[in-house]
């Protein structure tokens, strides 16, 4: 059977507000990019009865043998919509874990895509939106991944054209769990993006933004406030921000000459935490 190699890209959070809370779910609204670091993904058609999971890489320990992929496969067969096809998913993890850049929720978002590409997976809208939502909230971002802007009401806006920012992404040797980070949110924020414009997505405008969540984490790992601090020190620094519920923390340069020197000087500062230069897609 022949292999199919997936690019399953890294997704980052520009901006975060959180403006309230139904029942089970806070409401936030977000904008949203994605960048070259990405997760492997090689898939293959096997004549078995059950599909064969795997992890291999940098940041495949500690993944639960129940996880996003494999979440994503059972609704799939509960529903029959591979026809009792059975796969052999193999998956070199790049992007960390537990560091606000949805690795995982990526990862199925990949997998939803490359299926419905190959016209293996055929699925009405509404389908999709109730798939998506039951493996995880943000996995619909990853979705036909574009520039995109979520509002507080749960609906999308995506944009063709391109942003051209160098990243400079910082990850400790902790992660953050986003239960956690979220179940300490005790105040909200007046919505911002409900009109969606392009224009959000230039420097000028994010760096006027913030990650609501960025307070709550950084109470909890002063260390990351620590980095974040040193990160806005470092000259050419458009903005730098917190993806996610964390742990990773994110500066954005307009230069690759710029994120070059940010790379050498973090470190020299901080050696022992993993630091990688990426570009937004």
């Known amino acids: 059977m022949k292999v199919f190699k997936i690019e399953s890209h890294a997704k980052i959070n520009l901006a975060l507000n959180v403006t309230g ?4 779910l806070h409401k936030i609204e977000s904008i949203i990019s994605f960048i070259y670091l990405h997760d492997l993904i ?13 992890f291999k890489g940098e940041f495949s320990k500690k993944i639960d043998k129940k996880n996003t992929v494999t979440n994503l496969l059972k609704l799939l067969d509960k529903k029959n919509f591979l026809n009792n096809k059975k796969f052999e998913i193999k998956i070199i993890k790049n992007i960390p874990q537990e ?57 999308i806006k995506k944009f063709d054209k391109d942003i051209e920012f160098h990243t400079l992404i910082v990850k400790p040797n902790f992660g953050c769990s986003t239960k956690y980070v979220y179940s ?28 609501d969540l960025e307070k709550i984490v950084f109470k909890k790992n002063p260390k990351l406030k620590k980095i974040k601090s040193y990160l806005l020190t470092i000259s050419d620094n458009i903005f730098v921000r917190m993806s996610g519920s964390g742990s990773s923390i994110v500066a954005y340069f307009h230069t690759k000459r710029a994120c070059g020197n940010a790379y050498r000087q973090f470190k020299r500062k901080f050696s022992s935490h993993w630091c990688i230069k990426s570009k937004t897609i």
């Open 21 to 24: 809370k139904t029942t089970k």
């Open 42 to 54: 090689y898939l293959k058609q096997i004549n078995k009865k059950d599909h064969e999971v795997s």
């Open 99 to 155: 560091a606000g850049m949805g690795g995982g929720s990526m990862n199925a978002a990949s997998l939803i895509n490359f299926l419905i590409n190959k016209k293996i997976l055929k699925l009405k809208r509404d389908e999709l939106t109730k798939l998506t939502r039951q493996i995880g909230s943000d996995v619909i971002l990853g979705i036909n991944p574009a520039n995109t802007i979520l509002r507080s009401n749960g609906k």
């Open 184 to 211: 300490k949110v005790k105040s909200f924020s007046k919505s911002q993006f409900n009109v969606p414009r392009q224009t959000m997505f230039k420097g000028e405008y994010l760096k006027t933004q913030n990650n």
